[in-house]
């Protein structure tokens, strides 16, 4: 059993590219993420079952992140981050969805945790 790791995200990093880079440095290969902190842009998918292909959105504007939640498997023989997010916009509504390559972090605190056992490779479902 790996120890969790608690570490700080750099500011003005892409949120997906700093966890990777994290976890290839460190070695992870399989794990369960959970960070909270802040973003100054935002890109948020959503995948519609019809279509099979993200929409995204995009916020120009600051926002908390109140919870990221994703995990660790490997794409390709590379550490592949899947994370949705939960965020807090400046007027107190809430947004959120899954985390799209240009998030830009403003400050960030991510716990990753290990995941003994064999290596998980992503693939294509086709049914999803
Ligand atoms: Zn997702």
């Known amino acids: 059993m790996h120890d969790s790791l608690l570490v700080r995200l750099p500011k003005g990093e892409d949120l997906l590219a700093a966890l990777v880079t994290i976890c290839r440095e460190k070695g992870i290969t399989k794990g369960h993420i959970s960070l909270i902190g802040a973003l100054e842009k935002a890109v948020l998918g959503y995948y519609p079952q019809d279509t099979r292909q993200y929409v995204t959105h995009t916020l120009d504007a600051g926002t908390e992140i109140l919870a990221g939640l994703g995990n660790v498997s ?43 056992g064999p290596r998980l490779h992503r693939g294509l479902d086709t049914a999803t």
């Open 74 to 116: 490997l794409k390709d023989g590379e550490p592949a981050i899947h994370l949705h997010l939960t965020l807090l916009k400046g007027d107190f509504t809430i947004t959120g969805g899954h985390a799209m390559p240009g998030n830009i972090l403003f400050a960030g605190e991510a716990c990753i945790t290990p995941i003994d």
